[in-house]
């Protein structure tokens, strides 16, 4: 069996949930072969994919790690582009199950979507934890995470609907093995995407101790860690934190990518 050609990771957007002139909302194209994953589609992840030289039919799949806006604020957008470039093959979105119904009723509401006939399927799948799905060639497997808080007892919602769910993702092919850790709420979320030999670590930093990140990921096999999603004190800082990294995981692989680098896997 011949391997893929290319693995590759673009960074669309590796900026926390504040507003930046320098930094886009998280957003993140993986390439396994021929295969194109979007994780998270923070804005404006749809100009960005096109200034990455991206073509917006390439896209083999959407996965929302959860619903905050600088994850999920340039879904719409996508969409859009999608509809008036006359996509013509399926896509599937998969996100919280809480995110479905509130999607499909902005479909409803929109003018756009209303008049133009959608040339392609677009399927809302939600995702449940620890329950893989196929994107083309690779294997997602969503695993929970406590990034946000359970939602007040007693506090109404949709049957079936857990608004405080967050997801982490595996990414594999059998021959790349890549963990996406999305938002997290603490460190000890990271042992979940640790369990096994990774090529390739994606972690956010804005939510985590920095420090106590690096205790956590010290001598795990990792061929390579990204550190993305910084604060705006982390980021102003990056320099100390990506030469304190590089001491502390040595000889493990660190870097603290901006927008717009491609990093290969």
């Known amino acids: 069996m011949s391997r893929p050609s290319a693995y590759r990771l673009t960074c669309l957007g590796v900026g926390d949930g504040h507003v930046s002139a320098h ?34 039919e390439a896209l083999d799949g959407v996965v929302i790690s959860h619903l905050h806006f600088d994850h999920v604020g340039g879904l719409f957008t996508l969409l859009q582009g999608l509809w008036l470039s006359r996509r013509q093959r399926p896509l599937t979105v998969h996100l ?12 409803r509401a929109s003018h ?26 690779i294997t997602v497997t969503p695993l929970r ?18 608004a405080d769910e967050a997801f982490s993702f595996l990414l594999e092919d059998g021959h790349r093995r890549v963990a996406h850790s999305a938002d997290l709420g603490g ?29 956590r990921l010290r001598g795990q096999p990792i061929r390579r860690t990204l550190l993305v ?21 040595a000889p493990m692989a660190v870097r603290i990518p901006g927008d717009g680098e491609r990093i290969a896997f």
């Open 23 to 56: 930094r886009a909302h998280a957003a993140f194209l993986y390439e396994f072969g021929t295969t194109r994953l979007l994780v998270d589609c923070g804005e404006p992840a749809t100009q960005s994919l096109l200034r990455a030289g991206t073509r917006l």
């Open 96 to 107: 919280p199950r809480a995110g479905v119904a509130p999607v499909q009723a902005l479909q």
């Open 112 to 137: 756009l979507f209303r008049l133009i006939s959608p040339p392609f399927e677009l399927r809302l799948a939600p995702l449940q934890a620890g329950q893989p799905f196929p994107v083309g060639t």
């Open 145 to 162: 995470n406590t990034h946000l808080k359970p939602s007040p007892v007693g506090k109404r919602r949709a049957a079936g609907t857990r």
């Open 187 to 215: 460190v000890e979320d990271v042992a979940a995407l640790v369990r096994e030999p990774l090529d390739l670590l994606v972690c956010e930093l804005a939510h985590l101790d920095p420090p106590a990140l690096l205790d």
């Open 229 to 249: 999603h910084l604060s705006a004190a982390q980021w102003r800082a990056r320099r100390h934190w990506q030469a304190r990294a590089a001491r502390v995981l």
